[in-house]
């Protein structure tokens, strides 16, 4: 993979030049695009900027995200050859900052769950995980040190695992989604990918212009609660050994750690999390689900079928347990820094019917909270496997510091 | 002013057919169209539903709002001739409800300050009030009974004050705002105009399937609490004199009545309005801002180029005042069922350099809370002035009760 920290110092140093550096993502992706599948579209003469923290840095953009310089195509024939006027604003963040946008990265139709062909950069038989498929099988190829996804369910967190990568998604609102494809308003949450944890913080640090999420010196003595979600169902052997082997390495390193049990209304939280996102989603897609029916993915489809009946009280019944749950997890903060969960069910399904599971991420998306994830080994297949790192509202820094005392101490 | 009650009673009484009262609109606009210049584009051949609770309702749309049968160009050169693929969710609700989109009103760019060439349907040397001009003059000089605009700041209510028509900003996100071109997205809010408050509660009951919106029995003994903003600075005496009648004749109807100081972190908040506002516009706006400066319309380039140096961390501090006044607002709302306040400084200002002040509609946007329009009087001029009604994050339900009591009383 390519490292933008270590992009950003050659660069920085003159070692390399930002074209250069640009140069090599167009390489990569020249070498691994056909067997990968991550590009929905790219600029092969993209040029470096001179200036800003992230010149000389490519980055893949999900196609759902508007840019004025690729169509944008949301992954489904609704949108073929749609064009928007302008870019997102995360789209002008990243230029503004210098990064260079080096293509549009695949998408599960409208970020819900009809796959794309993308493989899994570490064992093509097996899917890169989804929504954000593209973005996270480019990083994980080598051919981006950065890429742009979306979670509005798991689809930044799971595919990071899957694909063996570190990625974020940042406090709800962090990074606006202006000019994304919304799925649900409550829950979409625009995500990095990038090599590692002090690659996202620069990444994040940069779009943001919040220097305090730049890494310090690695937290110490974190305060650690593990917790495994029992509500969303038990784990496969391969993330249970994933939790395993990262509770041991942190607590090795100095960290306090201990079980927690998230309290019933967060456990309710978890249950509600669907009705919240299809309530929205039906009012999100309305034009497409009226007057495009037929052409809909039928994935998606189908869970609008079946979510119609949907009542505004039975959404309005789960957003206050939703407002509840966040004011319950609020207190748990005060006793852990960070919380230590499950990234995915386990290691990346096999084939790419099934973009995989996202049951241990819907909660942390309805909570607003931010998440990170962090590779901890590879299993059978040559799959990764990841855990998720989860801060309290609003606390990135705390996240990301967390998370990589946690993926320090997996290498120690 | 055409009446939706009225119109959709007829319909149901088989007096009136859907079409001709669709027609009813276009021959409206057709006769009073070329003086108030309420439209950007419309459809003279527009015809009416079947069915549905709003068939045979003419509705104006907010030229910031995505339409796909019309361009939707943003009252700014940077978006002209855009035609937008599909419809944003709040027009697929409406045609979900019968009703038939009869054109796009003005808007000032971006829903900013930089006036359109609408006019004031009472007194055509007065301005409407912005950003929604069209949409509330387009009711206002009785062209629709239906239109729907969008409040960042005083953006439905205070044009509805000038025109002499209701209108609600309802709750944040009663009404999704996806597809609606974004300024502040913690702040960004549709709101609707009609003729009455009644026809108000219809359209927004249509609108998201809530029949609880729908009016009971009048509310019999409302307990108001009257606050003045004093934080706001003074209104002129137009606006006094209003809230003065509004107030009477709700206690002469029965309501208890009473004067309420807002708490002071309330008042705070009030002044960290533009803080959210601009903080999140630098984003939103982002793409015009960098790529298209000379573009942009003079008043809003102005407020950006202003507001460039507002920190990350104010922007957090101006949030978690918002959310500490939203609480004490909360507490508030146990004593009194609404609270009564101006809805402008004065009557609609004179010439159409300016589109009026938003300075005693700005905390309740920031706050949530749904707020009608409730006209009061003729001032000198011709000009209406009304008062506003707003109730607790939420309750859209007492909210339109209360402003119907408060609008019952004053004709009584």
Known sequence: MISLADLQRRIESSELSPDAAVAQSVQAIAAHE???????????????ASKGPLRGIAVGIKDIIDTADFPTEMGSKIYRGHQPRGDAPVVTLLKQAGASIIGKTTTTAFAANDPTPTVNPRNSAHTPGGSSSGSAAAVGA??????????????????????????????YRLLPTVGVKCFSWT??????????VEDLARGLSAM???????LGAAARAPRIGVVIQEFAGAPEADSAAALQAAMKAA??????????????????????????QDFEAHQAFAWEYRANYDAM????????????????AEYDAARSVSNRARKALRSLFEDVDVLLTFSA?????KGLASTGEPRFNLLWTLMGVPCVNVP???????????????????DDAGALNVARFVEGALKG
């Open 142 to 171: 080598g051919m981006v040190p950065l890429a742009l996804g979306t979670q509005t369910g798991g689809s930044v967190i799971r595919p990071a695992s899957y694909c063996g990568v570190a990625a974020i998604k940042p406090s």
């Open 187 to 196: 829950l979409d949450t625009v995500g990095l990918f990038a090599a590692g």
């Open 251 to 276: 607590e090795r390193a100095g960290a306090s750690v201990r079980a927690l049990v998230l309290p019933d209304i967060v456990a309710e939280a978890w249950r509600i999390h669907p009705i919240v």
């Open 208 to 214: 943001t212009n919040r220097p305090e999420l730049l």
């Open 297 to 312: 993915p039928p994935l998606l489809r189908g869970r609008l079928d079946e979510s119609v009946g949907i009542k505004p």
């Open 34 to 48: 056909k067997t990968i599948g991550a590009f929905v579209c790219r600029d092969a003469n993209v040029r470096a």
């Open 345 to 349: 069910p386990g290691a990346a399904p």
């Open 376 to 394: 901890v080994y590879v299993a059978a297949g040559g799959l990764p496997v990841g855990v998720q790192v989860v801060a309290r509202f609003g």
